[in-house]
């Protein structure tokens, strides 16, 4: 089944199940090299006039290295029978293993960016603001215990979305 172009808000995403229920694959890089990982914290809405996407990911990543340098990411969401696929991506760094292999996902390119054929929702975002969380701004001493004690802190990125796609 191809994908058909469409516009943000004509995908009628429920952004707080799709984000924080069903995840989705955030890839970076170029159609030579890429990564992809799971996310399940993110934000979908508006910012300077533009439908947007909020995404955070640990500077320890692998995916933040394709972030860092590229200027496009994917937003890839899947159905729920794909939970095992996104939940091997979540535990397994790109540094380490063949996702694609290991998973049978089927790279696609979609406007320069690197998606997945087996996802239902794709969009397209152009980088257009990053920055590190600051622990010092964090308000609640529990939240910068629980998530991040020891670890180191998500950079936010935020990218416009370029373009929305939807399995036809």
Known sequence: ??????TPDAL?????????GTWFLLTA????????MTCSWGALGEIWNAPSVTAYVRTSRYTHEFLEKDSRFTISVFP???RPTLAYCGSHSGRDFDKVKE???????LDGAVAFEE?????VCE???AQMLD????????????YYGLDEMHKMYIGRIVAAYRKG
């Open 1 to 6: 089944m191809a994908f058909i172009q469409t």
């Open 12 to 20: 009628g995403i429920e952004p707080f199940s799709t984000i924080g």
């Open 29 to 36: 890089g170029t159609p030579e090299a890429f990564n992809t």
């Open 80 to 82: 729920e029978e794909m």
């Open 103 to 109: 998973t049978g996902l089927t790279p696609v390119t």
């Open 119 to 123: 996802a239902s929702i794709v969009l």
């Open 127 to 129: 980088k257009v603001y």
């Open 135 to 146: 622990a010092d701004a964090i308000g609640d001493p529990e939240i910068l215990e629980r």
